[in-house]
């Protein structure tokens, strides 16, 4: 399909494994998000990435996380030593350019999201 | 830190009532958002306002901007069962800050 994919869509894991959250985006978008949303929240910004410059990583919560972006394209969010409160639905985004300024109105596409249980 | 307030948390109501969603901010937006989600799909864009003061209709769907650009509203006429689900804002200013989102739920 065309859209934002993400793999896997579930996934379960014990306390303090490390597990990793691919994103695909859609082909030619330069910018690149990740957020996370608890159970019926708002979305939670932890990186954005656009093109070659340095990604965004203010939103990310603690150290264990960490995001790269290959060939600008598909991302991964790789979280280590996980934690029971890192639970929750992992979203990716997209957009054709970024979503800042008056300029710039990039709509945001999401993916379906991977929901993580640290059990 | 640019924060975004939508009210109400939770909305319960019967097909065909009218209903209005708010969100607030003491912070000035370039543009602002709105999507909806639906359980177990990312949020999808319904629109976006830029002009402070601007309206935009979406069938029985009425957003608006406020002058200041720092509010924004989303009323929805005759609601139906298919307007359940995730009411997101987001505002533009740097990065798309998210509101907490309103859950819409309407019973037939």
């Known amino acids: 399909g065309a859209g934002v994919s993400q793999s896997p869509s579930n996934k379960v894991t014990e306390k303090g494994k490390d597990v990793e959250l691919r994103c695909d985006p859609i082909s030619g978008h330069t910018a690149l998000y990740w957020y996370r949303q608890s159970l019926g929240q708002g979305l939670e910004f932890l990186i954005y990435?656009?093109?070659?410059?340095?990604?965004?990583k203010s939103g990310l919560p603690s150290d264990r996380f960490s995001a790269e972006r290959t060939g600008g394209s598909v991302s991964t969010l790789t979280i280590q030593r996980t934690q029971q409160e890192d639970s929750a639905v992992y979203l990716c985004?997209?957009?054709?350019?970024?979503?800042?300024?008056?300029?710039?109105?990039?709509?945001?596409?999401f993916g379906p999201g991977t929901r993580l249980t640290v059990l | 830190t640019q924060l975004l307030e939508q009210s109400p948390q939770f909305l319960s109501i019967q097909e065909g009532e009218n209903l209005t969603v708010y969100c607030n901010s003491s912070?000035?937006?370039?543009?602002l958002q709105w999507y909806r989600q639906e359980p177990g799909e990312g949020p999808v864009l319904l629109v976006t306002?830029?002009?402070?003061?601007e309206v935009k209709k979406l069938k029985r769907l009425t957003f608006q901007f406020g002058d200041a650009r720092k509010d924004s509203s989303l009323h929805i006429t005759a609601a139906q069962p298919g307007d359940t689900g995730l009411y997101l804002c987001?505002?533009?200013?740097?990065?798309?800050?998210f509101g907490q989102g309103t859950i819409l739920t309407v019973h037939p």
């Open positions: 306002v830029v002009t402070g003061g």
């Open positions: 985004a997209s957009s054709l350019r970024p979503t800042s300024g008056r300029a710039a109105l990039g709509e945001q596409f």
């Open positions: 990435f656009q093109g070659n410059s340095a990604p965004d």
């Open positions: 912070s000035v937006f370039s543009s």
């Open positions: 987001a505002g533009a200013g740097g990065k798309l800050t």
